[in-house]
């Protein structure tokens, strides 16, 4: 598997912009798809976006238009750019890696907080 370390969270205001960051310990070449999910309060964990290698990317209906994700291979690093923030999207999001036949790896969680 491979060890992933988001940074970038923090505390903003409503229409305000955030970036964060994954980093992995390894190539992220081979790796199926890589991206981001997030839990708010009282939530389960859901997809915010992905990058299938190969297919493109896909996005919650909730941020299409707000988010874009994408990545690095030569810095072996995935990005969140987070645009028009809203306060529900207020929440823990976390780096996903799927690479077949290894599984899922996950980060620790970077807090997102919105105000109002």
């Known amino acids: 598997q491979v060890q992933l370390v988001e940074s970038g969270g923090g505390l903003v205001q409503a229409g305000e912009s955030l970036r964060l960051s994954c980093a992995a310990s390894r190539s992220i070449i081979s790796i199926n798809s890589m991206g981001w999910y997030r839990q708010g309060p009282g939530n389960q964990r859901e997809l915010v976006a992905t990058i299938i290698n190969g297919v493109g990317t896909n996005y919650a209906d909730s941020v299409k238009g707000r988010f874009t994700v994408s990545k690095d291979n030569a810095k072996n690093t995935v990005y969140l750019q987070m645009n028009s923030l809203k306060p529900e999207d207020t929440a823990v999001y976390y780096c996903?890696?799927?690479?077949?036949?290894?599984?899922?790896?996950w980060g620790q969680g970077t807090q997102v907080t919105v105000s109002s």
């Open positions: 996903n890696a799927y690479e077949w036949p290894f599984g899922n790896s």
